[in-house]
């Protein structure tokens, strides 16, 4: 009886220890996007931001039309775009009009034929400073909804255009490599 006790108590320790080692990496996970959820597209950096515009024509509710500021008094238009020549992301906002919320995300190309599309986060209200992670909690079952949300309002739009014009590509969601593909062809 004893043997199973230090048997079991040895497993609990091994277990807090991985989740522990775990959290301490993700909490200091490097780079500016650390916490963005990242989905893999297989499309050019170039038709893929043609495809964003033509999604938000479709959908004006999507679009980010109102002034922003960082405090009543101090408002301006979000850009889109890099802000340099040098800089790695590009830039595009989307919006909720329903709930009030700027959903915030980029594009960077990976390869010529492939491109990263990740939903970085949502701000509430139209005063910057609210922002929420897309993942923003360790225990990933408290980002899914939000996740969800930005999938079936804006990444599913963007994945039926893509699946229309080039209608073989695959859509890799890389937090947990599971593949949206369309096998209606």
């Not at 040895?10 to 650390?34: H, Q």
């Not at 802000?83 to 919320?101: M, T, V």
């Amino acid at each position: 009886m004893r043997k199973k006790r230090k048997i079991g108590l040895w497993f609990l320790i091994l277990i807090a220890s991985i989740i522990a080692i775990l959290y301490f990496a993700w909490s200091f996970a490097p780079g500016s996007y650390s916490r963005a959820e990242i989905y893999e597209l297989e499309v050019s950096e170039e038709t893929l931001l043609k495809i964003i515009e033509s999604v938000k024509k479709e959908n004006p509710s999507i679009v980010l039309k109102e002034k922003v500021g960082t405090s009543k008094t101090n408002k301006f238009y979000l850009k889109e775009g890099r802000r340099n020549e040098k800089d790695f992301w590009y830039s595009i906002y989307f919006y909720y009009p329903d709930k009030n919320q700027i959903v915030k995300t980029w594009t960077r190309p990976k390869t010529k034929t492939i491109t990263n599309f990740a939903f970085v986060g949502i701000n509430q209200g139209l005063i910057l400073g609210n922002w929420k992670d897309a993942n923003e909690s360790f225990l990933w079952w408290k980002n899914k909804t939000l996740k969800h949300e930005f999938e079936n309002r804006i990444l599913n739009k963007i994945k039926e255009k893509i699946n229309k014009e080039i209608p073989t590509k695959n859509i890799e969601h890389l937090s947990d490599s599971t593949k949206f593909e369309d096998y209606s062809n």
